[in-house]
């Protein structure tokens, strides 16, 4: 099954009820930090965004409507808050890049070390919204309907943005290689 469309109890979480958030809080913990983490948070910027996700859903739950799946409500909030959170954040640094983008020919862990610092650097340079689509995409497996419903784009929106995404990283990276 997949993670957005995980069944809650939905009458718990409106109501407040600690047990049913905490159980939302671990499902979605992980993720959260790693869409923090896709628009260049780093450590407690990452925690500060997290927890202000998590307030806003909290805040937010007695409102929840179910016209999409909890997940993805819980990402549009996410995606916003994490971008918002970017914005105040002028201690900007970059971090390893998520798994799945890594390197398929890096030889040893200093050389694929390297070539993700480089990924994740050209990644950085898309954009914050960009870079968050990117790891949408390629990290969490989104399918385009699910990002498109997340940032409030188009899927053909989506899409553009994942072309010249990848466009610019393949120019980008060309630069980095020994």
Same mark, same amino acid.
């Given at each position: 099954?997949?993670?957005?469309? &995980?069944?809650?109890?939905?009458?718990?979480?409106? &109501?407040?009820? =600690?047990?049913?958030?905490?159980?939302?809080?671990?499902?979605?913990?992980?993720?959260?930090?790693?869409?923090?983490?896709?628009?260049?948070?780093?450590?407690?910027? !990452?925690?500060?965004?997290?927890?202000?996700?998590?307030?806003?859903?909290?805040?937010?739950?007695?409102?929840?409507?179910?016209?999409?799946?909890?997940? &993805?409500?819980?990402?549009?909030?996410?995606?916003?808050?994490?971008?918002?959170?970017?914005?105040?954040?002028?201690?900007? &640094?970059?971090?390893?890049?998520?798994?799945?983008?890594?390197?398929?020919? =890096?030889?040893?862990?200093?050389?694929?070390?390297? @070539?993700?610092?480089?990924?994740?650097?050209?990644? =950085? =340079?898309?954009?914050?919204? @960009?870079?968050?689509? !990117?790891?949408?995409?390629?990290?969490?497996?989104?399918?385009?309907?699910?990002?498109?419903?997340?940032?409030?784009?188009?899927?053909?929106?989506?899409?553009?943005?994942?072309?010249?995404?990848?466009?610019?990283?393949?120019?980008?990276?060309?630069?980095?290689?020994?």
């Amino acid at each position: 099954m997949e993670l957005l469309d &995980t069944p809650m109890d939905l009458a718990s979480l409106r &109501t407040g009820d =600690a047990e049913a958030f905490a159980e939302l809080v671990q499902l979605f913990q992980d993720r959260i930090f790693s869409l923090c983490q896709s628009v260049g948070l780093r450590g407690a910027d !990452v925690d500060q965004a997290a927890a202000d996700i998590f307030s806003a859903v909290y805040l937010a739950l007695p409102g929840f409507d179910g016209r999409c799946a909890l997940g &993805t409500w819980i990402y549009q909030i996410a995606f916003r808050t994490a971008l918002r959170q970017r914005k105040r954040d002028a201690r900007h &640094t970059h971090g390893n890049l998520p798994e799945n983008l890594s390197a398929p020919h =890096a030889s040893d862990a200093v050389e694929e070390a390297e @070539t993700r610092e480089n990924i994740w650097r050209c990644v =950085a =340079a898309l954009g914050r919204q @960009t870079a968050m689509i !990117v790891k949408l995409y390629y990290q969490d497996g989104l399918p385009l309907p699910e990002i498109a419903e997340i940032t409030g784009h188009p899927v053909g929106t989506i899409k553009t943005i994942l072309f010249r995404a990848r466009r610019q990283l393949s120019e980008s990276l060309a630069r980095y290689k020994p």
